[in-house]
């Protein structure tokens, strides 16, 4: 069974780059725009692998989206990379239960895969 990735980001661009990189990894790749919708994706799919999400989103910001998430005591384990072009979010993003912070750049899809291909798929 293909493990699953939910990629949170309202840039198209940001998340049809993002799925064609984990695409050649062979990941079933669901997308949302906003907290909102990929809190509903993940309660509906409670066996997924991981979510990369933006902050800064309609509905729902990426903080109140991994906030909403870690409450829910069957998702608390569930690995969370938080995005974004500003650094200065990095610590929030870990205090409010982030697995791990990137910053948004040129490299971001390899920072990505190296965090996939490390933390969990060890």
């Known amino acids: 069974m293909k493990e699953k990735i939910l990629i949170v980001d309202d ?3 940001t998340r049809n ?4 990189s984990l695409q050649q990894q062979d990941f079933t790749i669901f997308t949302a725009t906003n907290g909102l919708e990929a809190l509903q994706i993940v ?14 989103m309609p509905a729902m910001n990426g903080f109140q989206l991994v906030e909403e998430i870690r409450k829910q005591e069957q998702l608390s384990g569930l690995p969370i990379v938080v995005l974004s ?20 750049s040129s490299k971001t899809a390899e920072e990505l895969n190296q965090f996939i291909k490390t933390y969990l798929r060890k």
């Open 85 to 104: 072009v500003n650094a200065e979010n990095g610590d929030q993003a870990l205090e409010k239960g982030a697995t791990a912070f990137i910053i948004k």
């Open 11 to 13: 840039s198209d661009a």
């Open 17 to 20: 780059s993002m799925l064609f």
């Open 43 to 56: 309660k509906n799919n409670k066996d997924m692998f991981l979510v990369i999400t933006d902050i800064n």
